[in-house]
């Protein structure tokens, strides 16, 4: 069972240049979530999905985009990579069905740096 | 905005010392969560108290609930070095979980 996993691990880019986060998730969870963490900020939400072809807005949804078409995986794109978006991202997991498992299940992380 | 605001944002303290972290929130919640990050690794969840709880335990942990003050507390008993991390409060509000940023606890030997 290997839960929540992200790739690639490392990236690095040049402004303006596009790619994918991918995740993928194998518990049969309903929600799928990617959060961005900076130094001092903690977690913040960018995008989120409750269920295949759903997804909606977080916190700092600016610059990145979501798809849900199947109830696995959960990519995240970036169009046009900037600076800015140099982070650490995570992907992150929940049961909506079972009582009391609404605790997220996390990747291990995957490192943007963005030139 | 984030719900949860962790105090103080820097802890460290000898081994074999308790170790308590707070939590501050906005809005009212069915439940609060905290979670664990090691260095460069992802949160591990450690324990959810809901809202008609006032304490909870598990193991070396203790939290504690007031949601009249919407605040809530993790107390770590007994420190170990591999309790250094990064410890996150999380509530949910409708379906996303929104995080707090984070108290770092650094454990000395």
């Known amino acids: 069972n290997a839960g929540v996993t992200q790739t690639p691990k490392f990236q690095v880019l040049k402004t303006g240049q596009s790619m994918t986060l991918q995740c993928a998730q194998d518990m049969n969870h309903e929600y799928m979530s990617w959060y961005r963490q900076d130094p001092g900020m903690g977690l913040r939400l960018i995008h989120y999905?409750?269920?295949?072809?759903?997804?909606d807005q977080g916190e700092v949804p600016n610059g990145y985009n979501v798809s849900r078409s199947t109830t696995e995986d959960f990519p995240l794109r970036l169009l046009s990579a900037a600076p800015s978006q140099t982070s650490v991202y995570f992907c992150?997991?929940?049961?909506?069905?079972?009582?009391?498992?609404?605790?997220?299940?996390f990747g291990a992380g995957s490192r943007l740096t963005v030139l | 905005s984030q719900q949860g605001e962790e105090d103080p944002q820097a802890l460290s303290i000898q081994e074999g010392e308790n170790a308590t972290m707070n939590c501050s929130y906005k809005t009212s919640i069915n439940n609060l969560q905290w979670y664990r990050q090691n260095s460069g690794r992802g949160l591990v969840h450690l324990i959810l108290?809901?809202?008609?709880?006032r304490e909870k335990h598990s193991g070396r942990l203790r939290v504690t609930l007031d949601t009249s003050k919407k605040s809530s507390s993790l107390l770590i008993t007994a420190s170990r070095a591999a309790d250094t991390a990064s410890y996150f409060c999380a509530s949910p509000r409708d379906d996303k979980i929104i995080f707090g940023k984070g108290t770092r606890l650094h454990i000395l030997p």
């Open positions: 108290i809901r809202s008609n709880e």
């Open positions: 992150a997991s929940r049961s909506l069905r079972l009582s009391g498992a609404n605790v997220l299940t």
């Open positions: 999905s409750v269920g295949a072809g759903i997804t």
